[in-house]
């Protein structure tokens, strides 16, 4: 009996399980809602509630309907999609108590009508997790009348956009913004996210963009860049549309700006020109970057010649940073197309400006000596301007099916003059007066650049199997004629002692370099790619700098051999490597490394000395990325390179613009070798509208090359020259969080963010080491709310806090407290009437160095009456810097010096401006053959 009992109640528990493993179904049909038509391919998902990640995928069957099987039991969300219509979503659970969910029939609805009456059981897809690419859907934002790219990235979690138009996103810089894949104007993102408008956009893409060798091979080489590309709806590419912008204000500040742009097919046109006083000055061209306009550099690539020297000796390069006060004249012509079937295209741009910037600044600098301090009051006067044109191009053909060439081409021509002008005083600790200075530069540049690029593409049959070249010409003059003149005076108890500099300086330097990399890959396995490389880079350069005195008659014609120098540089690179690439299933590895061999001459054709070295630079690298779902990705990775000491720190060139710090070179320098890791990791959750961005980095440097400093606490001057440091490990790190959540309730967009980032750093001061520690934590609440045709705002305020430590001389830490907030706000009003404003507050705290507070308040105000039914025409009346609090400020430390920087600003100003935004746009282009 007891067994025949066990036997009945071992069955029940049995029967109880398979009931409740059984498999469950759900059943549906999507339908359109107004003219009931049955939507065949509806993408239908089935979501885990609890995460937001996928469970299962199909797509309805030619008469609307699906059936997804195998679900076991809990709670799920079903989402249903279609292109042009409204997603439909809605919860439900499956338990024992029912194996067959029937949805019935599904309606969709289509995006025209649900515009007027919104039916849908959740929220859209805002944001999608594609590998390394997130992915933004307007249509799950507010898009304004005639708002602009800007206005909308604006809205996208874990992006600030500053009022000069820069993008930051996931606490990153974005410097570049592509135009459905394509270059748009170059390298000033603002004329893309000024110029374009909102309601042409169909998706926005935030990605690490590769070069275009690793795009092609799909192994990564190390060049990444934070990039956006604004995908353009195809009703939105036939027609033309622009803005006409004119303002004048008080104090003789003045705006002008026109944008216009013709869309046809698969060509763009675009034209803008801009001129004004208020800062928008549109020229962010990054001409400094490419060979000879930055200062000298080495790496696998090589050496440059720098243009100008550390030497103060500056070309002004057009750049403009809120110092200064701007007057700017800026245009340019943009034209793109794809023909024969997509498998040519041309991209050109060419661009025309000028800049002019005059200002001043104060510096307080306070340097620690380990037996006192040494304080400097330096002002400066600055008038800089510049002219440049630059024209570029770049045609892509696709041979055939696998092979494919893509040229490209740059030249620039530029102009600038410099007239600066330096007073500065040094005392000791007892206020004791040790030096003081007069110095007027004054130089005139022309500067020719030339860049030339090749990429060949071949794809074979073998699945996998590419090769690739990559050739690269690139050539760049500067000539530059200016005059130095200096009064330096040094005090001391046995008097006062002058030396005085009144020269003409000459400087001819020419850079050219060829490159070349060839990349093969081949696929071991369905899962495993080996890629290696083979580089051949020729790079000459040729320096020659003359620096002469006045002569008894007047003429600057005695040539002062001491600062005087004529140099050759000619090198010869050989580069190799092998990278393995492993991707499967959601899980992507990529290791290996690369090798190159320098070999580098240099000659001193004045003292008739050759100089030779030879050495090898190694490059680690690995990465790991594992995709969760769609909607969830991480990402880890290494990279190491070997860092040669540079041409100034081994045989530095002697310059006299400086003579309070005098720069030796030490031959004995051996290289440092740099680590880093980074990690990020990103989740967006559709249902809850809720997004985690997380992303760091650490790194360290082995043998570091760092600056021995010797200064003389009589005079204030100072000798530095490299050493390596064997037992010490400099290292940095960064961190970042961003978590960003919508209220339903509200429907208020909240985010918190956290950061921080540091160093620990080594010098020598007067023979004692160093260690300078340098730290920032900052925190940060956001709330946001955009309600359609009624209001919108942004908020977001945190605490700072800054730690700057230095073992040597400690008479100085710099350690505060600071506060960062900003609002932004706009309210419709009745008869077409809005009202802006926009407030910028920072404040920083007392330091036991510097015993006062900073504190200002940016705050800006606007009324726009709005004319015409599609509200295209704005009259405009702003007021800029309210509260006339405008005080350009900046603290910063390094190694054992704190300095304190005030400078001049654009200040308050009342301005009157009419804005004309015209738009004409067509249906989807006819197809071009």
């Given at each position: 009996?007891?067994?025949?009992?066990?036997?009945?109640?071992?069955?029940?528990?049995?029967?109880?399980?398979?009931?409740?493993?059984?498999?469950?179904?759900?059943?549906?049909?999507?339908?359109?809602?107004?003219?009931?038509?049955?939507?065949?391919?509806?993408?239908?998902?089935?979501?885990?509630?609890?995460?937001?990640?996928?469970?299962?995928?199909?797509?309805?069957?030619?008469?609307?309907?699906?059936?997804?099987?195998?679900?076991?039991?809990?709670?799920?969300?079903?989402?249903?999609?279609?292109?042009?219509?409204?997603?439909?979503?809605?919860?439900?659970?499956?338990?024992?108590?029912?194996?067959?969910?029937?949805?019935?029939?599904?309606?969709?609805?289509?995006?025209?009508?649900?515009?007027?009456?919104?039916?849908?059981?959740?929220?859209?897809?805002?944001?999608?997790?594609?590998?390394?690419?997130?992915?933004?859907?307007?249509?799950?934002?507010?898009?304004?009348?005639?708002?602009?790219?800007?206005?909308?990235?604006?809205?996208?979690?874990?992006?600030?956009?500053?009022?000069?138009?820069?993008?930051?996103?996931?606490?990153?810089?974005?410097?570049?913004?592509?135009?459905?894949?394509?270059?748009?104007?170059?390298?000033?993102?603002?004329?893309?996210?000024?110029?374009?408008?909102?309601?042409?956009?169909?998706?926005?893409?935030?990605?690490?963009?590769?070069?275009?060798?690793?795009?092609?091979?799909?192994?990564?080489?190390?060049?990444?860049?934070?990039?956006?590309?604004?995908?353009?709806?195809?009703?939105?590419?036939?027609?033309?549309?622009?803005?006409?912008?004119?303002?004048?204000?008080?104090?003789?500040?003045?705006?002008?700006?026109?944008?216009?742009?013709?869309?046809?097919?698969?060509?763009?046109?675009?034209?803008?020109?801009?001129?004004?006083?208020?800062?928008?000055?549109?020229?962010?061209?990054?001409?400094?970057?490419?060979?000879?306009?930055?200062?000298?550099?080495?790496?696998?690539?090589?050496?440059?010649?720098?243009?100008?020297?550390?030497?103060?000796?500056?070309?002004?390069?057009?750049?403009?940073?809120?110092?200064?006060?701007?007057?700017?004249?800026?245009?340019?012509?943009?034209?793109?197309?794809?023909?024969?079937?997509?498998?040519?295209?041309?991209?050109?741009?060419?661009?025309?400006?000028?800049?002019?910037?005059?200002?001043?600044?104060?510096?307080?600098?306070?340097?620690?000596?380990?037996?006192?301090?040494?304080?400097?009051?330096?002002?400066?006067?600055?008038?800089?301007?510049?002219?440049?044109?630059?024209?570029?191009?770049?045609?892509?053909?696709?041979?055939?099916?696998?092979?494919?060439?893509?040229?490209?081409?740059?030249g620039t021509l530029k102009e600038s003059n410099t007239d600066n002008k330096f007073n500065t005083v040094t005392r000791d600790g007892n206020n004791d007066l040790l030096n003081s200075t007069d110095r007027t530069l004054q130089n005139n540049v022309d500067e020719q650049v030339f860049n030339m690029s090749a990429l060949l593409s071949?794809?074979?049959?073998?699945?996998?199997?590419?090769?690739?070249?990559?050739?690269?010409?690139?050539?760049?003059?500067?000539?530059?004629?200016?005059?130095?003149?200096?009064?330096?005076?040094?005090?001391?108890?046995?008097?006062?002692?002058?030396?005085?500099?009144?020269?003409?300086?000459?400087?001819?330097?020419?850079?050219?370099?060829?490159?070349?990399?060839?990349?093969?890959?081949?696929?071991?396995?369905?899962?495993?790619?080996?890629?290696?490389?083979?580089?051949?880079?020729?790079?000459?350069?040729?320096?020659?700098?003359?620096?002469?005195?006045?002569?008894?008659?007047?003429?600057?014609?005695?040539?002062?051999?001491?600062?005087?120098?004529?140099?050759?540089?000619?090198?010869?690179?050989?580069?190799?490597?092998?990278?393995?690439?492993?991707?499967?299933?959601?899980?992507?590895?990529?290791?290996?490394?690369?090798?190159?061999?320098?070999?580098?001459?240099?000659?001193?054709?004045?003292?008739?000395?050759?100089?030779?070295?030879?050495?090898?630079?190694?490059?680690?690298?690995?990465?790991?990325?594992?995709?969760?779902?769609?909607?969830?990705?991480?990402?880890?990775?290494?990279?190491?390179?070997?860092?040669?000491?540079?041409?100034?720190?081994?045989?530095?060139?002697?310059?006299?613009?400086?003579?309070?710090?005098?720069?030796?070179?030490?031959?004995?320098?051996?290289?440092?070798?740099?680590?880093?890791?980074?990690?990020?990791?990103?989740?967006?959750?559709?249902?809850?509208?809720?997004?985690?961005?997380?992303?760091?980095?650490?790194?360290?440097?082995?043998?570091?090359?760092?600056?021995?400093?010797?200064?003389?606490?009589?005079?204030?001057?100072?000798?530095?020259?490299?050493?390596?440091?064997?037992?010490?490990?400099?290292?940095?790190?960064?961190?970042?969080?961003?978590?960003?959540?919508?209220?339903?309730?509200?429907?208020?967009?909240?985010?918190?963010?956290?950061?921080?980032?540091?160093?620990?750093?080594?010098?020598?001061?007067?023979?004692?080491?160093?260690?300078?520690?340098?730290?920032?934590?900052?925190?940060?609440?956001?709330?946001?709310?955009y309600e359609d045709k009624k209001y919108n705002f942004y908020l977001r305020f945190g605490p700072t806090y800054n730690i700057s430590r230095a073992s040597v001389g400690n008479f100085g830490i710099s350690d505060g407290w600071g506060t960062n907030g900003y609002f932004y706000g706009n309210v419709k009003l009745p008869a077409k009437?809005?009202?802006?404003?926009?407030?910028?507050?920072?404040?920083?705290?007392?330091?036991?160095?510097?015993?006062?507070?900073?504190?200002?308040?940016?705050?800006?105000?606007?009324?726009?009456?709005?004319?015409?039914?599609?509200?295209?025409?704005?009259?405009?009346?702003?007021?800029?810097?309210?509260?006339?609090?405008?005080?350009?400020?900046?603290?910063?430390?390094?190694?054992?010096?704190?300095?304190?920087?005030?400078?001049?600003?654009?200040?308050?100003?009342?301005?009157?401006?009419?804005?004309?935004?015209?738009?004409?746009?067509?249906?989807?282009?006819?197809?071009?053959?």
């Amino acid at each position: 009996m007891i067994t025949r009992l066990l036997s009945l109640c071992l069955l029940m528990l049995i029967s109880s399980y398979l009931k409740a493993q059984t498999p469950h179904t759900i059943k549906g049909k999507t339908i359109d809602t107004a003219s009931t038509t049955l939507l065949y391919k509806s993408s239908i998902s089935v979501l885990n509630a609890k995460d937001s990640t996928l469970v299962k995928f199909t797509r309805s069957a030619e008469n609307g309907t699906f059936t997804i099987g195998g679900l076991k039991n809990g709670k799920f969300i079903l989402l249903v999609t279609y292109p042009k219509y409204a997603d439909f979503v809605e919860a439900f659970t499956l338990d024992s108590t029912r194996e067959v969910k029937d949805f019935k029939n599904i309606n969709l609805t289509g995006m025209a009508k649900i515009l007027a009456d919104v039916i849908i059981k959740g929220n859209r897809n805002a944001i999608k997790i594609k590998g390394d690419t997130t992915e933004f859907d307007p249509k799950a934002y507010n898009i304004e009348a005639n708002a602009k790219v800007e206005d909308l990235i604006k809205q996208f979690p874990g992006f600030q956009v500053d009022k000069d138009g820069k993008i930051t996103a996931q606490g990153k810089s974005v410097p570049k913004v592509l135009v459905d894949g394509e270059e748009f104007f170059g390298d000033d993102p603002t004329l893309v996210t000024k110029n374009l408008r909102a309601d042409m956009v169909e998706s926005v893409q935030l990605y690490d963009k590769a070069s275009d060798q690793a795009s092609f091979t799909g192994v990564d080489d190390g060049e990444k860049t934070k990039t956006l590309n604004i995908k353009l709806k195809e009703d939105k590419k036939n027609g033309y549309f622009g803005k006409l912008q004119g303002g004048i204000a008080t104090d003789k500040f003045y705006t002008g700006q026109g944008m216009f742009n013709k869309f046809w097919g698969k060509k763009k046109f675009s034209a803008y020109g801009i001129f004004g006083n208020t800062g928008t000055v549109g020229l962010g061209w990054d001409d400094r970057d490419k060979y000879g306009g930055t200062n000298m550099q080495d790496s696998d690539q090589g050496y440059t010649f720098s243009s100008v020297g550390n030497d103060d000796f500056d070309n002004y390069d057009g750049q403009y940073n809120g110092e200064g006060i701007p007057v700017a004249r800026t245009g340019g012509i943009h034209f793109d197309s794809k023909w024969n079937k997509d498998k040519e295209s041309l991209n050109t741009n060419y661009k025309i400006g000028s800049i002019r910037v005059t200002g001043e600044k104060n510096t307080i600098n306070q340097n620690n000596l380990s037996n006192g301090v040494i304080n400097t009051i330096a002002n400066q006067y600055n008038s800089n301007d510049m002219f440049r044109q630059k024209l570029d191009f770049t045609y892509e053909v696709k041979l055939d099916t696998t092979f494919t060439l893509k040229v490209s081409v740059d030249g620039t021509l530029k102009e600038s003059n410099t007239d600066n002008k330096f007073n500065t005083v040094t005392r000791d600790g007892n206020n004791d007066l040790l030096n003081s200075t007069d110095r007027t530069l004054q130089n005139n540049v022309d500067e020719q650049v030339f860049n030339m690029s090749a990429l060949l593409s071949k794809r074979f049959k073998k699945k996998g199997r590419t090769l690739s070249l990559s050739l690269i010409e690139s050539l760049n003059k500067t000539n530059s004629d200016g005059f130095l003149n200096s009064d330096n005076k040094f005090y001391s108890a046995a008097g006062t002692r002058d030396s005085l500099i009144n020269q003409n300086k000459v400087n001819n330097i020419t850079n050219s370099a060829f490159r070349s990399n060839l990349v093969y890959t081949e696929p071991l396995s369905k899962a495993l790619t080996l890629v290696v490389n083979y580089g051949l880079n020729v790079m000459n350069g040729k320096s020659d700098r003359k620096s002469f005195n006045q002569s008894a008659s007047g003429n600057y014609d005695i040539l002062d051999t001491q600062f005087s120098n004529d140099y050759e540089l000619d090198q010869l690179i050989n580069q190799g490597g092998a990278i393995f690439n492993y991707k499967k299933g959601k899980s992507v590895i990529n290791f290996g490394s690369k090798l190159s061999g320098v070999n580098f001459k240099q000659a001193d054709l004045y003292n008739n000395v050759t100089y030779n070295r030879n050495f090898i630079n190694y490059m680690p690298q690995a990465s790991f990325q594992y995709r969760f779902s769609q909607q969830k990705s991480f990402r880890l990775s290494y990279n190491g390179n070997t860092n040669q000491p540079t041409l100034e720190q081994i045989q530095p060139i002697r310059v006299n613009t400086d003579p309070l710090n005098i720069v030796l070179g030490n031959p004995d320098l051996k290289p440092s070798f740099r680590s880093n890791f980074a990690a990020s990791y990103n989740s967006y959750k559709i249902i809850s509208d809720q997004s985690i961005w997380l992303n760091g980095s650490y790194g360290f440097v082995n043998n570091p090359i760092v600056s021995d400093v010797i200064t003389d606490a009589t005079t204030g001057k100072s000798t530095i020259r490299s050493v390596n440091i064997a037992d010490k490990t400099p290292t940095n790190f960064y961190l970042y969080a961003n978590m960003s959540k919508k209220l339903k309730l509200a429907a208020l967009n909240i985010g918190l963010s956290v950061g921080a980032n540091g160093s620990s750093s080594y010098n020598y001061i007067n023979n004692e080491l160093n260690n300078t520690k340098n730290y920032s934590y900052q925190t940060g609440v956001s709330l946001s709310k955009y309600e359609d045709k009624k209001y919108n705002f942004y908020l977001r305020f945190g605490p700072t806090y800054n730690i700057s430590r230095a073992s040597v001389g400690n008479f100085g830490i710099s350690d505060g407290w600071g506060t960062n907030g900003y609002f932004y706000g706009n309210v419709k009003l009745p008869a077409k009437l809005e009202i802006g404003t926009d407030v910028q507050y920072e404040f920083r705290g007392k330091t036991q160095r510097f015993n006062e507070t900073f504190e200002r308040v940016l705050w800006n105000a606007s009324i726009i009456k709005k004319f015409f039914k599609a509200e295209n025409l704005k009259l405009l009346l702003s007021v800029n810097d309210i509260l006339n609090q405008n005080v350009g400020f900046d603290r910063s430390a390094s190694n054992s010096n704190i300095s304190q920087t005030s400078y001049t600003t654009i200040k308050r100003y009342f301005m009157f401006s009419v804005i004309w935004d015209f738009t004409k746009m067509g249906g989807t282009a006819k197809t071009q053959k």
